[in-house]
Every structure is written in structure tokens, then in C-alpha cells.
């Protein structure tokens, strides 16, 4: 059995746990899935929020929500859990908007750095090409930046297809459009994500799923 096989076994045992109501097996996931939650929360995370929340602070927010209803996950697959956590985590992002445009709050940043960049790397190296890696580990901001002037649509498809691992047709039914919609409208995000990396040649990566 290979090293992909053990781990795909070790993630079906931990997410049938997991449905049964055992917490160490959700917190074992959460663990397993903090890099891509960290990756997912920086990426959909706006100016505004950034400017009164620290991502660490997101992100422990939204696993202890997690931890808090565990006995509302019933499927076990890892596409569920998956799914269940970034819902959990665009919810999260969504409300603490709403609030902050609703109070018109100026309180200045709080971020502080979180020191564990090394697994963020990891889960946006599935969004930046290999020739673009070094620059956006050089300046974290600035492959955040990047994604920022994105449209809405062009970060929910690289988020879904890169950092929640959506299949194509799985993005499809996400957003209400055809599969095939999916494929041209994410090359063309990746393709502009590329050039604002700096890329201006540069191949946005396979996006076949």
C-alpha cells in the first residue's frame, strides 16, 4: 500500500469516526485540514475585515464552531467534511462582513503574523504555478493582493478548485452553472491571476478534475 492509499484509508477511518460523534477523530480532520482552512480564510478574507480581525483568530473561530456542533456531521466521506467546514468557514467570513459594514468600525489592524507559513505555502502552491512560488513566499500580501482584484467569481472558482479541492462538476452545481462553464471561466481566472503575479506567459495549471 502506498503512502496516498495509507492516508486515504487513515482519512475514511478518522471521517466514519468523526459521523459516529467521536471528537478526537473531528479534531484530528481539523488538524489534517488547518493549512487549507488557514489558505482558504487569507484568500476570501476582504480589506475590511483584515483590517479588525487577525486570520489566526478567523480561523480558531471557525474550528471551534466546528468542534462545538460535531454532532451535526452525518456523512462520512472527506467531500463532506470538506464541504461542512468551508460552508462553516464562508458563513463565518459573511457574517463578520455584514457586522462590520452594519457598526462602520475604525478600530485599526490587529493582525499579528502567524509564524506556521510554511503549511499556508503549501495549500496556496496549489493556486500559484511552480514559477511563480518563490515570489508569492517572498510576499505572502502580495499573492493575497493578487487574488483581491479578482472579480467575486474568478476567487470562488481558484478557492473551490484549489484550496476546497472541488471537483468541476461539484463547482457547477456550487455556482449554478454547467460544468463545461466551470473549465473556461477558471482558466481564464487562473490566466489573470498569473499576469497579476507577474507572470504575463505563464500557464495557469491543468484544471481538469
Known sequence: MTDGE????????????????DRAA??????????????????????????????SDIVQSICREILTHADRFQHPTEGAFRRWLFTTALRKLSNKRDHLVAERRDVGRKETE???????????????????????????????????SRTEEERS??????IVGCSRNEIAEEMGITSGAVRMRLHRALAKLAIALGEDDGEPGAIDR
Open 157 to 162: 472558482l481558484i478557492v473551490l478548485s484549489r
Open 114 to 148: 502567524d509564524a506556521s507559513d510554511i503549511a499556508l505555502m503549501a495549500a496556496y502552491a496549489r493556486v500559484a504555478t511552480p514559477s511563480q512560488h518563490a515570489a508569492v513566499r517572498e510576499d505572502l500580501e502580495r499573492g493575497e493582493a493578487a487574488m483581491e
Open 26 to 55: 473531528i479534531e484530528a480532520l481539523l488538524e489534517r485540514m488547518l493549512p487549507d482552512l488557514r489558505a482558504y480564510v487569507r484568500l476570501r478574507t476582504g480589506p475590511l475585515i483584515r483590517r479588525h480581525e487577525a486570520h
Open 6 to 21: 495509507t492516508d486515504d484509508a487513515d482519512f475514511e477511518r478518522l471521517t466514519l469516526a468523526a459521523a459516529d460523534g
